[in-house]
T-cell receptor
Framework: QQQVKQSPQSLIVQKGGIPIINCAYE??????FPWYQQFPGKGPALLIA?????SEKKEGRFTISFNKSAKQFSLHIMDSQPGDSATYFC???????????FGSGTQLTVLP | DGGITQSPKYLFRKEGQNVTLSCEQN?????MYWYRQDPGQGLRLIYY???????QKGDIAEGYSVSREKKESFPLTVTSAQKNPTAFYLC??????????????FGPGTRLTVL
């Protein structure tokens, strides 16, 4: 099963809040889990990524938490800002096929 | 200025017409990809190419065709056989082989509308 399930579909938080976006997968061949950020009318850009041998990775205000046994990973945005308002996609890479499978996306709105 | 360019930004097509979307990269990347993005469905892979003169079908290749005659170019043709072509099309590229975890870089996209 190649699917990556992402939730919630949309999320609204106040400035300074900590939005959390969750993803789950079934395919144990996935070996790389990136998150992409996309602004309206633009292409996605890599935000942060994690490998399955690591349980957490932080880059600035963005943190990925990874639970290998549960086959789940999540994105946390600390001290969220209105400029973080965008659509966020999780993805997973099948190492043998070298393809990315994307989640359905989460539209985040950070209110000022 | 390195990156991926897609043209045109907006494209309108009449039913029954074939159209070709351009994708060019000067990153010297080996692999290139085409995705389709529809609201609420994320990105779905149409075709990908890991080397020149070779390409593979993705999850939704029906009604589309590609060519890879040059390393830097990977044009996508949306044929009249594609029944619902209105979407946002994204091209991406990545390094192959050297890195175990290849980051995909995306272009700005082409929005295709069928009239």
């Amino acid at each position: 099963q190649q699917q990556v399930k992402q939730s919630p579909q949309s999320l609204i938080v106040q400035k300074g809040g900590i939005p959390i976006i969750n993803c789950a997968y079934e395919n144990t061949a996935f070996d790389y889990f990136p998150w992409y950020q996309q602004f309206p009318g633009k292409g996605p850009a890599l935000l942060i990524a994690i490998r399955p041998d690591v349980s957490e990775k932080k880059e600035g205000r963005f943190t990925i938490s990874f639970n290998k046994s549960a086959k789940q990973f999540s994105l946390h945005i600390m001290d969220s800002q209105p400029g973080d308002s965008a659509t966020y996609f999780c993805a997973a890479r099948d190492g043998s096929a070298r393809q990315l499978t994307f989640g359905s996306g989460t539209q985040l709105t950070v209110l000022p | 200025d390195g990156g991926i360019t897609q043209s045109p930004k907006y494209l309108f097509r009449k039913e029954g017409q074939n159209v070709t979307l351009s994708c060019e990269q000067n990153l010297n990347h080996d692999a290139m990809y085409w995705y389709r993005q529809d609201p609420g469905q994320g990105l779905r892979l149409i075709y990908y190419s890991q080397i020149v003169n070779d390409f593979q079908k993705g999850d939704i290749a029906e009604g589309y065709s590609v060519s890879r005659e040059k390393k830097e170019s990977f044009p996508l043709t949306v044929t009249s056989a594609q029944k619902n072509p209105t979407a946002f099309y994204l091209c991406a590229s990545s390094i192959e082989g050297a890195l175990p975890y290849n980051e995909q870089f995306f272009g700005p996209g082409t929005r295709l509308t069928v009239l």
